[in-house]
């Protein structure tokens, strides 16, 4: 019978890849609702696809999604280094990761464990890891998070706007040292390749400088603005970067490189390179602070909050539906879906046409260019 028509008895849901406020949310919801309105069971999988491969899952009852909606983090655990088509099964004599496809041991506890569908709630990585689960017949709904919003085809995704809330505290904390003290201030940001985490909170913070991957700055249009402010006798300038920005002509600052996951390079380091720079070309005194994992931990805020709940029954009515190997979207303010593999490995940057951008610029915002 087609997965299409087969009857549901039991779902999985899994968080994959870095973990964001509001993922207890989703969980919740999909969980209460599959058990109380379809009458399914529901399984917890255990860190992502590492509970597929590993087998470890467990039942998940009403109780056990009591509670949680306000809490940080995932109860479920997550992985981003447990893709089952490019698993690190150990090392070889140079220290280098052995690598073995191990998608039929994932196939094979599915069927075991009795799971009818799973739900994927992950980024482009998880999106990609559910992509090849969807090509050996599992049937998935995803639904999106990063603190990133960078996945195609959604106009957010949840997780972002608490990392935007928890990133302007932060400067808006540097903003008073740094007006204390006469320096510039530079704040890193995460975001990888995409630049709405910095933008959003760069432009809420008020920051004199925003800098963001996809527009590659230049050195000395930075340091112009400071040496400005300077003589306009504002002695201070706050600058936001993004982990992924890059000098024009340059490269991105990657901090490691995580061998076993299925994006490796992780960024961080452009504000120490950029303060060192500027204190030498202006002589004023500079400083660097990475924001860093503090930017994906605590509690979501309500707009996060509601956003995966409403992912999440979205999610829901997709397995009531039977519409499988698609992932919930937000499109103009409407819950919507589009195909898992339209999303799958990619990722949504800033437009240099954004509005957003413009606006920046009217307020006299220097986008180091
Ligand atoms: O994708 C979310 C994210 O927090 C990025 O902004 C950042 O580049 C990356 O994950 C960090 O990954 P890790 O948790 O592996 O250090």
């Known amino acids: 019978m087609s997965v299409k028509r087969k009857q549901i008895r039991k779902i999985g849901i899994l968080t994959g890849g870095g973990d964001c406020p509001g993922l207890n949310a989703v969980i919740r919801v999909v969980t209460k609702a599959a058990i109380t309105q379809l009458g399914l069971e529901v399984i917890g999988i255990e860190d992502g696809f590492l509970g597929l491969i590993r087998n470890r899952m467990h039942p998940l009852g ?27 099964v150990g090392r070889d004599e140079h220290g280098k990761p052995l690598f073995e496809n191990v998608t039929d041991r994932v196939v094979e506890h599915v069927a075991d464990r009795g ?10 990585g998880t999106m990609t890891g559910a992509a090849n689960l969807i090509e050996r017949g599992i049937a998935v709904v995803g639904v999106p998070k990063t603190i990133d919003n960078d996945l195609m085809h959604t106009d957010i995704t949840f997780g972002f706007s608490t990392a935007v809330q928890t990133a302007v505290e932060c400067l808006d904390r540097i903003h008073t040292t740094a007006s204390s003290h006469h320096r510039v201030m530079i704040v890193e940001l995460m975001g990888r390749n995409a630049g709405w985490l910095t933008l959003h909170a760069g432009l809420a913070a008020g920051a004199d400088v925003v800098l963001i991957p996809e527009i590659p700055y230049d050195v000395d249009v930075v340091c112009e603005k400071c040496l400005e402010r300077s003589k306009r006798g504002k002695r201070f300038t706050l600058i936001a970067v993004s982990e992924g920005a890059m000098p024009k002509g340059g490269k991105q600052v990657v901090d490691r490189v995580v061998h076993e996951s299925p994006d490796p390079i992780r960024l961080g380091g452009i504000s120490a390179v950029l303060s060192r720079e500027i204190a030498q070309k202006t002589h004023l005194e500079t400083r660097a602070t990475i924001l860093g994992h503090v930017q994906r931990g605590g509690a979501p805020v309500a707009t996060d909050r509601v956003l995966a709940m409403r992912f999440g ?47 920046a610029r009217s307020v006299e915002t220097c986008m180091g260019d």
């Open 115 to 124: 799971l009818d569908a799973i739900v994927a709630v992950g980024g482009d």
């Open 62 to 88: 009403l109780d056990d999604v009591s509670n949680i909606l306000t809490v940080g983090g995932t109860i479920l655990g997550t992985s981003n280094d447990a893709d089952p088509i490019r698993f690190a």
């Open 313 to 359: 029954h979205k999610a829901i009515q997709l397995v009531a539906m039977h519409e499988w190997n698609n992932i919930v979207v937000m499109q103009g303010g409407e819950t919507t879906f589009v195909p898992i593999t339209s999303v799958a490995g990619q990722q949504r940057l800033v437009p240099i046409d954004d509005p957003l951008i413009a606006m």
